[in-house]
């Protein structure tokens, strides 16, 4: 006979109530069907009041030879500091956009009083590593050079991507960006070698 592998897990009761409503996916390595229902799942939540908030789309320069990344820009009404929460969302770099942590932007910027930059980086099996990460340094570097004191990378996911993203920033304070940083966003990207091109590793 055959044995029962089903699994069980003791979710606290706070998480539990959402874990109903994540999308399944039987296939994970099913890119499409994991983005269509990951889109479905967004569809169905409500619009968030963006009341105190303004909210502006806008494409930046990626790196030399790439296409331009989209990002979007949560500025509050009322700002309590000169800073900026950077948000990459989740999706294990093949999935997710820039709905996927929207609700939550617009609540941190309303809440925090700071500014929320997402970028809607690339994704794989079509842009392969280091591809999406370069974006997201791109929109990174792009934050820091905006007229704030500090930018913090969160996700809510929290996602597989900002580790590697603060590791690439962490040696060169992209926080405090350089002259030549301010001038084009793209001309310094640490993730690859200056030598070779090639992916930065440990």
Known sequence: ????????????????????????????????????????????MPPPDTTGVQIEDRRISGRGGDPDVPIRIYRPQRASAPAAVYDVHGGGFIAGDLEFDHTLNVTLTRE??????????????????????????????????TPTSSASTRSASPSTASAPVADCARPWRCSRATAADRKSPSSSYPCRSSTTGSPRRA
């Open 1 to 44: 006979m055959g044995q029962d592998m089903t699994m069980t897990y003791a979710y606290d009761p706070e998480l539990a109530v959402v874990i109903p409503h994540l999308p399944w996916v039987d296939d994970p390595r099913d890119v499409a069907a994991t983005r269509t229902s990951l889109s479905a799942m967004l569809a169905e």
């Open 112 to 145: 925090l009083g700071v500014v929320v930059v997402s970028v809607d980086y690339r994704l794989a099996p079509e842009t392969p590593f280091p591809g999406p990460l370069e974006d997201l340094y791109a929109g990174l570097v792009w934050t820091a050079s």
